[in-house]
């Protein structure tokens, strides 16, 4: 890349103008000084960022952070803190443990039924189906009756589902879809949805998404704009 290049000057701007603009946040880490900085993170923190095509300011304003303070952790004048990692994982589509650098530790293929432990999140249980830190992840869920259903989700990535038990209602856009026992559904997740129960004892599905590191606990609850049926 040439000197000229306006990506890098922009980040060098950034640097440079650190120690006289903090940005929108109130940033007090120290520096990173030579015995306590964690080399491999920095030039990561860049590459990733580029692979995502994202420009500093963009990637910033994702992840919550000045740009001044982005361009100080890629430079490796400032060491991450973990809510900053978690964050720009986050943007990047990614894991902490990549971003630090960390070797991937073998996953078991199999995932047994006495191990997959309920989460209970705004009334949907949910059972972890896959193994955890891939780019696609798995769940067994319930959805009761009258829970959520007017939580409308958007968000990156694809879903899949497929029904178990029950009936389900499924809004994607301006359409609704009834799947029965049997049914399933493959849709960008961009596309404003919603998931809602038609039988009092609730629908029981399989559900796939690609969205990195999603907590199940969140499933990426979007706003509720108002009543879309």
């Known amino acids: 890349m040439s000197s000229s290049d306006p990506e890098r000057s922009s980040e060098a701007g950034y640097s440079s103008a650190a120690g006289h603009s903090s940005g929108p946040h109130t940033e007090t880490e120290p520096s990173a000084g030579p015995a306590d900085a964690l080399p491999s993170v920095a030039p990561r923190l860049r590459a990733l960022r580029r692979q995502a095509s994202l420009t500093l300011e963009a990637a910033a304003r994702a992840a919550g952070l000045s740009p001044a303070h982005l361009s100080r952790l890629e430079t490796g004048q400032r060491q991450p803190s973990l809510p900053m990692l978690l964050a720009l994982a986050r943007v990047y589509s990614t894991t902490v443990s990549e971003l630090l650098g960390e070797t991937a530790v073998d996953r078991d293929a199999v995932v047994r039924a006495a191990d997959m432990e309920p989460t209970v999140a705004g009334g949907w249980k949910y059972w972890q189906a896959g193994a ?72 029981e599905l399989l559900f796939v998404h690609t969205l990195l590191q999603s907590p199940t606990a969140a499933l990426c609850l979007g706003p509720t704009p108002g009543d879309l049926s």
């Not at 319930?142 to 958007?154: A, E, L, N, T």
């Not at 899949?160 to 029965?180: E, F, K, P, Q």
């Open 132 to 203: 955890s830190g891939r780019g696609m992840q798995a769940l067994r869920v319930h959805v009761p009756y009258g829970s959520q259903g007017d939580i409308v989700r958007v968000h990156p990535g694809e879903e899949w589902l497929h029904v178990l038990r029950g009936r389900l209602r499924l809004r994607l856009g301006d359409s609704t879809h009834r799947l029965a026992p049997g049914d399933s559904a493959h849709f960008d997740s961009l596309t404003p949805h919603r998931i809602a129960a038609e039988d009092h004892d609730g629908v």
